[in-house]
């Protein structure tokens, strides 16, 4: 596996359900990201990690857990969700230097919450 | 505080016609700007990038984007559209927030190439 992976890559879930996505990134990197796409929106930053270390939660309800075990992994855990959380979940990862910036994605998570 | 801003939505160009796509930021400092290209189901593949030096940078797929700090501006453009070029394009500012680095993005511009 190169770059970013993302499992599972199409997700249907009911409301009361519990379930998690998953991103391994095989860059080398120490920071990862996840961000949540939805249609007729801007891409929304959810959480940061660097160097495993939770550093952004942009008021992200507490229905969407954030978990990064070690800086390859990266888990979204899922409950309770709601019918507009519906969209598509993208993990990046990045490289944190003093003045580097570009982030590498996953091919996202399409998540459908019925 | 920093931002993108993409004014164009959506834009139809006709197969090997050239295309210009525009991007404005506001960022108090040297900037560092990125151009994204995402195809319909897929994630962000990053295109080209701008830190310093050479204002008209080079990406893949045959793309270049110049940085004019005049106008704030980072137009991506390509002298010759093929149909799979067909995707949306996301302009973005790197940014520091709270001890790490983020990356601001445009709303993006869906590119639609007629036959």
């Known amino acids: 596996e190169t770059g970013v992976t993302q499992t599972p890559r199409h997700l249907v879930m009911g409301m009361t359900n519990k379930k998690s996505l998953k991103c391994e990134q095989h860059l080398g990197h120490n920071a990862m990201y996840w961000y949540k796409q939805s249609a007729k929106k801007p891409l929304e930053l959810m959480f940061v990690?660097?160097?495993?270390?939770?550093?952004e939660n942009n008021s992200v309800p507490s229905r969407f857990s954030p978990e990064c075990p070690n800086s390859s992994h990266l888990f979204l855990h899922l409950h309770t969700l709601q019918p507009e959380d519906s969209a598509l979940y993208l993990c990046a990862s990045s490289q944190v230097l003093a003045d580097t910036y570009e982030q590498y994605f996953g091919p996202g998570t399409r998540l459908t919450v019925t | 505080a920093q931002s993108v801003t993409q004014p164009d939505i959506h834009i139809t160009v006709s197969e090997g016609a050239s295309l210009e796509l525009r991007c404005n930021y506001s960022y108090g400092a040297t900037p560092y700007l990125f151009w994204y290209v995402q195809s319909p189901g897929q994630g962000l593949q990053l295109l080209l990038k701008?830190?310093?030096?050479?204002?008209l940078v080079q990406g893949i797929k045959g793309f270049e984007a110049e940085f004019k700090r005049s106008q704030s501006s980072f137009n991506l453009r390509k002298p010759s559209v093929h149909w799979s070029d067909a995707a949306e394009y996301f302009c973005a500012v790197g940014a520091k927030s709270g001890g790490y680095n983020k990356l601001i993005f445009g709303a993006g511009t869906r590119l639609a190439v007629h036959p």
């Open positions: 701008y830190f310093s030096g050479d204002t």
């Open positions: 990690y660097n160097f495993k270390e939770q550093t």
